[in-house]
């Protein structure tokens, strides 16, 4: 089976696996008790905490562990929003941000906040210019994705966070980092984030783990009242392997990301010269957008049954995003990039890991050509 669907989730490095083995079974000590097997937990914790801030540049005391980037964005989004709002409530976010960030605006619009919802362009970016304009003496947050989940399109993070702190150098700025972080280059300090959240799953770590970047002197009303653990923003016996497992993650992604950028390039650029004669295929990610991920439409034909005819070849790829996929909605993503209902219902994506040849997206190419050969003219389309 070749696995093309890495923008849902990786298979975890080896070493990940075995961290999270060794570490379950010898040191299952909670972090908190005064006994010997909980110090080397808690030694454990902290180590963990410093490598992932030396991948982000960061001060181990900006590292929040989390359960990933769901929780990491509800809690970045609503805990600035609560903590802040003598400030004012005043929030900032863009159409095609991912359902964790988006419905945490629609949840704060609910209950009294006021949100500007940005628009995208034909290639999924925000224009900053445009973006700082609505940037107000009451606002407090603005949210910004590094890289689409659907369709790969990377957002112009340097010149957002640029131009937001220029019109109010208090206003907070939150990048959703997770499709971003080991493919493209990361920097929190160039881009001016003061929030930075990751899922671990999306980089070869486990799933349910991820870390949240609080940059020094933000501060967050804490969504998980508890204990004093996570510097007091999650309260709850921490997940000791996991955090060890997301560093040891972390450190081997950051490392290897040029490489790996370099790789997603050549093996994208082989498969979209492949496809591109197809006729009606339409391209939905720009070759500016991150490699590993590559998104067409093909109005007419069901994406599922393309989706199956491509898995009986064997090959696993995947219409939309997964945590959307089952939903038969066009995708909202398409449809603010200004697709229309048949282009944004007939969306596939395609992403690329560590793992795949030329050789195999080569016989991806032609084993998509020949599904839709074989599909079209149920449609009366050609194929
Ligand atoms: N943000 C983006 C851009 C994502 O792609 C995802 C997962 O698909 C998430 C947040 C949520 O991550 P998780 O499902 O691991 O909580």
Known sequence: MHYFDHAAT???????????????????????ALHRAGEDAAKLLKKAREVCA?????LPSEIVFTSGATEGNNMAIKGAAMHYQSRGRHLITAVTEHPSVYQAF?????????VTWMPVAGDGTVDPAALAEHVRKDTVLVSIMHVNNETGAVQPLEDIGRRIKEKNSRVLFHVD???????????????????????AHKFKGPKGAGIMYVKQGVQLYPLIAGGSQEG????????????????????????????FYERARRLRDILVHHIADMPELMLNSSEHGAPHIIHFSYPGLKPEVLVHTLEE??????????????????????????????????????????????????????????????????TGRKG
């Open 10 to 32: 990786t298979p975890p490095y080896p070493e990940v696996i075995q961290t999270l083995t060794d570490i379950m079974s010898l040191y299952y000590g909670n972090p908190s």
């Open 54 to 58: 030396a991948a982000l540049s960061a």
């Open 106 to 114: 629609r949840q704060l619009e609910e209950l009294g906040w006021e």
């Open 177 to 199: 980092g997770v499709q971003g972080f080991g493919k493209l280059p990361v920097s929190l300090q160039n881009w001016q984030a003061d929030l930075y959240t990751l899922s």
């Open 232 to 259: 007091g923003y999650r309260g709850g016996t921490e997940n000791v392997a996991a955090a060890a497992a997301v560093a040891k993650a972390m450190r081997l992604s950051a490392e290897r990301q040029a490489e």
């Open 313 to 378: 070849g064997g090959f696993l790829v995947s219409t939309k995003s997964a945590c959307s996929s089952k939903s038969s909605e066009p995708s909202r993503t398409l449809i603010e990039m200004g697709r229309n209902a048949d282009e944004a219902a007939s969306g596939i994506r395609i992403s690329l890991g560590w793992e795949h040849t030329e050789a195999e997206v080569r016989e991806l190419g032609a084993a998509l050509k020949s599904a839709v050969a074989q599909l079209a003219p149920m």
